[in-house]
């Protein structure tokens, strides 16, 4: 590895871990929130609804305009500034209207940084020729991990979330201040004429489709999980995080390893099979109804659907022509369209049925996932032999 990237990746690594750090916490605080302010299941969908269309806004305002004016590491820190306090002001707010108008600033603060991130630590890869996207992912899970761990310890021995979020949000401009200094330079970027929006190629609209699918029901367990511990299994609210804790958990041993995983197995085993497989046993265990065996399940889950995200994005830049921040913005601006509708039916199948129901259709859904990137894969295999 160049000696010189060493401080952008580890900062790209440290805001990976940050930004999941506080979003960990934030929900498993949800079912506070919700009763605090009497949100029903539909009404929280359609609260990320409003978040997943600032998100999408913000994407490609990040990748078109921001990016090529100042910079990914300059948008990064804008992102995390806007992103930092309003935690804490939606933990404040008096009323569910307030609630969901908060989420459309939270919305672009995370647009500003979830795919220019990623961006950087691709252009990152693509100068080092060091598997670095699926370690980014694992810092994301970390994050995640840390802040459904913490969330434990702050409900224990911090009496106000506001105070919780405001330390949380300080740490935010703390690490703004290091972007700044540790951040990717505009010179090392790869500067290509950005041209004007267009629909994606059909190639990149499959892969984001995939995503778009896989962040639609990303939240039934990041989101929705700790209400479904609390309200259908009875747990108390600080084991609220326990499912995130183990997906995460097997997430970040999957990432972690994802480099040797995929030079040994490549990516149609990491990114397909390992998801296909693990979505069975998830199916299975859920069927049982036993905590404990669900809770297995949830680990295996997170360490075979891992890597599907970093398996899609390297495939899809592979196969483009151009540039990466443009790429990987098209693919998660089409990922992050599934927080438009997904919420929401999620949200509603979630009054209608129950939680347990929305848990086999995780299952399901991500196993049709691992099957599509098998046939992609195949295709482009099969494709490059003829040629």
Do not use: H
């Not at 703004?176 to 990149?204: D, H, R, T, W």
């Amino acid at each position: 590895m160049k000696a010189e990237f060493k401080k952008e990746i580890w900062t790209c690594f440290g805001g990976a871990f940050l930004i999941m750090f506080m979003i960990g916490v934030y929900f498993v605080y949800l079912p506070w929130n919700m009763e605090r302010l009497n949100i029903s299941e539909t009404q929280l969908g359609v609260s990320i609804c409003a978040f997943g269309f600032a998100n999408l806004f913000a994407n490609q305002f990040g990748a078109r305009i921001m990016v090529p004016k100042i910079g990914t590491s300059k948008t990064i820190i804008l992102g995390t500034i806007i992103f930092s306090y309003l935690p804490m002001v939606i933990a404040s707010v008096p009323n569910y209207f307030y609630f969901t108008i908060f989420f459309i600033p939270i919305g672009i603060g995370a647009g500003l940084i979830f795919p220019v991130l990623n961006s950087q630590i691709a252009i990152i890869e693509q100068k080092t020729k060091r598997i670095l996207i699926p370690f980014t992912q694992a810092c994301f899970s970390a994050g995640s991990l840390c802040g459904a761990l913490g969330a434990a310890l702050f409900i224990k021995y911090i009496p106000d979330p506001r105070i919780t979020f405001c330390i949380v949000g300080t740490l935010f401009f703390i690490y703004a201040s290091c972007f700044y200094f540790f951040g990717l330079e505009k010179k090392y970027e790869i500067n290509e004429k950005v041209e004007v929006f267009q629909l994606p190629k059909n190639n990149i609209l499959i892969y984001g489709f995939l995503l778009m699918m896989n962040f639609a029901t990303l939240g039934i367990i990041i989101d929705w999980s700790p209400v479904w511990l609390t309200k259908e299994l009875g747990a108390p609210l600080f084991l609220g995080g326990l499912i995130i804790i183990f997906f995460n958990g097997g997430e970040i041993f999957a990432r972690v390893a994802a480099s040797k995983l995929i030079n040994k197995f490549g990516d149609i085993i990491v990114g397909s099979y390992f998801s296909i497989i693990s979505c069975i046993i998830l199916f299975l265990s859920i069927l049982t109804s036993n905590l404990y065996l669900i809770l297995l399940g949830i680990l295996i889950f997170g360490f075979g659907t891992a890597n599907f995200v970093a398996v899609v994005l390297r495939q899809a830049i592979s196969e483009t022509n151009e540039s990466i921040s443009i790429t990987v913005s098209n693919l998660l601006t089409l990922g992050f369209a599934g927080f438009i509708f997904g919420p929401a039916i999620v949200g509603y199948l979630a009054e209608l049925i129950n939680l347990t129901f929305n848990m086999y259709l995780l299952s399901v859904i991500w196993a049709f996932n691992g099957l599509a990137l098998f046939y992609l894969i195949k295709k482009k295999y099969i494709k490059r032999k003829l040629i």
